[in-house]
């Protein structure tokens, strides 16, 4: 196991904010850039979860660490991420929001791919295999292969496998059950619209129903019969719902301080057994506090 790194403990906050904010007044004279850097190195921690992202929500109490080197191979859960099945095929975790599945361009070291692979290494058990992806600010359940092999299959027969998000929506959809089956295609500005069909257009189809309602919110069943960039928080907003914490596609709340989208369930034939494989991520507290699951 790697030796743990040498830590700083910052005071408390005493109020609520975002974490950027609240670090470049805690690590004064540091500047913002170097700031920014132990962010996006992973070095810095809260309440023991190394957070990456700017925007993270302090609440008073929390307490932030520093870490004075480099992050090398923590431990899977400290570093924000659990695993629900694992086996010699293929791995499944459940991943926070706010932590990109896979490289870009912006971010090439802080990714779910890059946490497991760690982990993994640190264990001298291979490496992953990315599957599919979840958007950057939804949470949830996220698969990666063990090998060529076994993401070749996966991948073949994408289809097949049931996803079952749950979204808290701003109003209730009309009908409170249905289908919503159309084209999609994705701007110059990467938004995606609705379109009709031709060209680039992609044709979408979610499955949904409201399980409850609250003050004005509605948690809402998702099934994805294809699996369309963006193509949930599209689906939504097209029926007057917009994800809470969704700005791009209109949402004017976000009292979770996150985009409400999870990957609550995920069901498939094991690509090597063939047995029948049922797996499910709680929907997150912070989002269960807006519309509970059963009421």
């Known amino acids: 196991m790697t030796a743990p790194t040498p830590e700083r403990i910052l005071p408390t906050p005493t109020a609520e904010g975002p974490l950027l904010d609240w670090l470049l007044v805690a690590l004064r004279p540091m500047n913002r850039t170097r700031v920014k850097q132990l962010l996006r190195h992973g070095q810095v921690s809260v309440n023991g979860i190394p957070v990456s992202r700017h925007d993270h929500p302090l609440r008073a109490g929390d307490r932030i660490t520093v870490s004075r080197g480099g992050r090398a191979a923590p431990e899977l859960e400290r570093a924000g991420v659990r695993i629900v099945y694992e086996d010699d095929s293929l791995i499944v975790i459940d991943k926070p929001p706010g932590l990109l599945s896979v490289a870009t361009e912006g971010e090439k070291i802080d990714t779910a791919f890059a946490r ?40 073949a027969h994408w289809d097949a496998v049931a996803k079952t998000y749950l979204a808290v929506v701003e109003g209730v959809p009309h009908p409170a059950e249905g289908v919503v089956d159309n084209f999609l295609t994705e701007g110059r500005d990467l938004k995606v619209r609705v379109t009709g069909p031709g060209g680039d257009a992609k044709r979408a189809v979610t499955r949904y129903r409201v399980l409850s309602t609250r003050r004005g919110y509605s948690l809402v069943e998702v099934g994805l019969e294809t699996g369309r960039k963006h193509q949930i928080r599209v689906h939504l907003a097209g029926l007057g719902c917009p994800v809470i914490g969704d700005e791009v596609y209109g949402s004017k709340s976000n009292h979770a301080r996150r985009l409400g ?11 090597v057994t ?6 499910e991520s709680p929907l997150p507290e912070v989002l269960r506090r807006i519309v509970p699951q059963g009421g």
């Open 116 to 155: 497991l692979r760690d982990h993994l290494a640190d264990r001298r058990a291979g490496r992953p295999f990315v599957v599919h992806r979840l958007d950057r600010d939804t949470s949830g359940l996220l698969m990666f292969a063990r090998s060529p092999a076994v993401r070749d299959q996966l991948q």
């Open 274 to 279: 063939g047995r029948r494989v049922e797996l």
């Open 261 to 271: 989208l999870h990957a609550w369930r995920l069901a498939f034939d094991h690509p």
